[in-house]
């Protein structure tokens, strides 16, 4: 069984009497140690997916398992316990707190996982250290440039033993040098640590460190990459 399993996954929003269907029986598979990049134009449903993978949504209908355990739509109440035990998150609008430092951000991220003190802010600062920021680890996000910030959240997603990392564009807001520097960073956490990545992305460049890459638009998969 896959680690990450999707089958035949719909999502349908409501707009007053109106009905818009985003995605259209989307299914895929996700290994550990395997990097999946997700493409398509704007609109085609990539942000709807990753959010519904993540168990930040729920599918109108179809199924989605992760390491085997089905996760039940009819009790969303469970999502979050699923989120912060299983997924990490590389969100576009990055999402960091404004009254916490760099190292602060990162350090919730273990701290809401059960891990304090020493350990958690020992972490929090290697993994800054790992995307370039050791010299920014005390600066509030309105000090820090908007690929700063990029980094900060990267760094948030892949702290701690979190088994699948969901990236949305996130190399959009970085130089050309700290872009590749991540994603050779991504490609490490997922072949050394064995965790499943999956890369929602328009960069051309992410394709050098993915084992497959899938094409969606209008809500369907239009190449499979397997």
């Given amino acids: 069984m896959s ?63 992760i390491d085997g ?70 600066f509030l996000p309105r000090d820090l440039s908007g690929g700063q910030k990029q980094r900060v959240a990267i760094a948030r997603s892949l702290v701690g033993d979190i088994p699948l990392i969901l990236a949305d564009e996130p190399t959009a807001n970085l130089d050309t040098h700290t872009g590749e520097q991540i994603l050779a960073l991504f490609r490490d956490l997922a072949k050394e640590s064995s965790r499943a990545l999956l890369i929602v992305t328009h960069d051309p460049k992410v394709r050098s460190i993915t084992d497959r890459t899938m094409v969606i638009r209008d809500g369907r998969i239009e190449n499979r990459g397997e």
């Fill in 69 to 138: 355990r089905e996760i039940d739509p009819a009790k969303p109440k469970r999502l979050p316990a699923i989120r912060k035990r299983m997924v990490g998150f590389v969100f576009q609008q990055f999402n960091l707190f404004p009254a916490l430092t760099a190292r602060e951000n990162v350090q919730y991220a273990l701290n809401i996982r059960g891990r304090t003190g020493r350990s958690a802010r020992d972490e929090a600062e290697r993994m800054l250290d790992a995307v370039g920021l050791s010299d920014r680890k005390d």
């Fill in 3 to 65: 680690f990450l399993s999707a089958n035949n996954i719909t999502k349908t929003f409501t707009e007053g009497r109106n009905t818009v269907p985003v995605l259209k029986g989307i299914s895929l598979r996700l290994e550990r140690g395997e990097i999946l990049s997700l493409e398509g134009p704007s609109g085609s449903g990539k942000t709807t997916l990753l959010s519904i993978l993540g168990c930040i949504l729920t599918p109108t209908s179809g199924s989605l398992s």
